[in-house]
């Protein structure tokens, strides 16, 4: 009798333990096909809804075109970068300087993770409002118009992630995977701007105090205590004088706002994929956003073409100083001219 009821209570536990089996199998079935008629919800990163990454990454859709409209500007493209291309093999066989690029020459470049792009920005070429688009597109819903970002908040170096901040492996795998861009400028109206922004304006203090003072001290005559002392009234012939110097050269690298782009952005090192260009902005910025996917909800800001440094201008600064500074002055940027397809100003008198 008690052998039965011990038979009876094991296969008591058996019959439960089956019955527990099945019942988890058919809740794992019922689950599996509730997932397949009935799409799992995701939430959406960035708040707003603006600039959600695209099915494909924005160099794929450079270099294979999906959408038609595309299509005539990836070829434009690609002749700016056969010219940048083409440039650097002049210049490499003709220089018998080598340089291997460091982390440290890297701190121009502004990386999107989200979107995989990086953006080397260059000085006195829509910079500000790059870094601000920039900051919108790696914000996740913080922002979501560049243009109610104050200016100043967009040169904050935290508010944007630089390649330099990353490990060698993990700049290498970016470098390869995500698309590379900047945006260049005629040499001579960058550098113009650059003397009427830092040196005209009177909020600029910081740079007569800086720059301002050392280039009255070094090429004025009988220079006022005034202008030794916060250096605000520098004239554009002394500050290409200051420029040409190779005591400048032995000072150290340029300040960013004249070093060249080659120096800025290392294009015969770094293989941009993408170089747009101040004279077509607008179009070129957009074309940038429309390859991430983002081109209907973010537009690139439109900017005052009435304070513009025109070619104009920058004529009229040019003749105010000699035929053998215009020369030197073209010699040191002269491969931002050849790389990027600025022909030699007219105005320029090389018959020094």
């Not at 304006?201 to 910081?206: H, I, Q, V």
């Not at 004279?279 to 940038?288: H, I, M, Q």
Request: proline content about 4%; overall charge positive; aromatic content about 12%.
């Amino acid at each position: 009798m008690k052998q039965t009821l011990s038979e009876l209570m094991r296969m008591s536990r058996i019959c439960r333990m089956i019955f527990a089996t099945c019942l988890g199998s058919f809740i794992l079935v019922l689950f599996y096909f509730q997932s397949m008629f009935q799409p799992v919800m995701r939430r959406n990163p960035f708040v707003d809804g603006c600039c959600r990454k695209g099915s494909r990454n924005a160099l794929r859709e450079l270099y294979d075109p999906t959408q038609p409209e595309l299509s005539g500007m990836a070829v434009l493209h690609q002749a700016r970068r056969d010219q940048v291309v083409d440039s650097c093999r002049v210049y490499s066989a003709s220089s018998h300087k080598r340089r291997v690029l460091t982390p440290g020459d890297l701190k121009h470049l502004v990386v999107d993770e989200d979107h995989e792009l990086i953006y080397c920005y260059v000085p006195k070429v829509a910079c500000t409002n790059w870094k601000r688009v920039m900051m919108v597109l790696t914000g996740r819903g913080k922002y979501s118009d560049p243009m109610e970002i104050p200016s100043n908040e967009a040169h904050i170096p935290s508010n944007l992630k630089t390649l330099n901040q990353y490990s060698i492996a993990e700049i290498n795998h970016r470098l390869k995977n995500y698309l590379k861009f900047l945006f260049v400028r005629e040499p001579f109206e960058r550098l113009v701007s650059a003397y009427r922004n830092k040196f005209t304006l009177k909020y600029n203090s910081s740079f007569h105090k800086r720059f301002g003072t050392r280039i009255v001290r070094r090429y004025r005559k009988n220079a006022t205590q005034d202008a030794l002392l916060n250096g605000a009234d520098v004239k554009f012939k002394e500050f290409a004088e200051y420029l040409v110097d190779p005591a400048t050269q032995r000072d150290g690298p340029l300040n960013e706002h004249w070093q060249t782009v080659y120096q800025l952005c290392h294009p015969c090192h770094i293989h941009y994929d993408l170089v747009g260009k101040y004279e077509t902005l607008e179009e070129d910025a957009n074309y940038v956003l429309r390859l991430v996917g983002i081109g209907d909800s973010l537009r690139f800001p439109s900017y005052a073409k009435s304070t513009r440094t025109t070619d104009v201008m920058t004529a009229q600064f040019f003749s105010n100083i000699s035929s053998h500074q215009q020369i030197q002055l073209y010699q040191l940027y002269k491969l931002d001219f050849l790389m990027f397809n600025y022909s030699t100003p007219s105005y320029l008198r090389m018959d020094y």
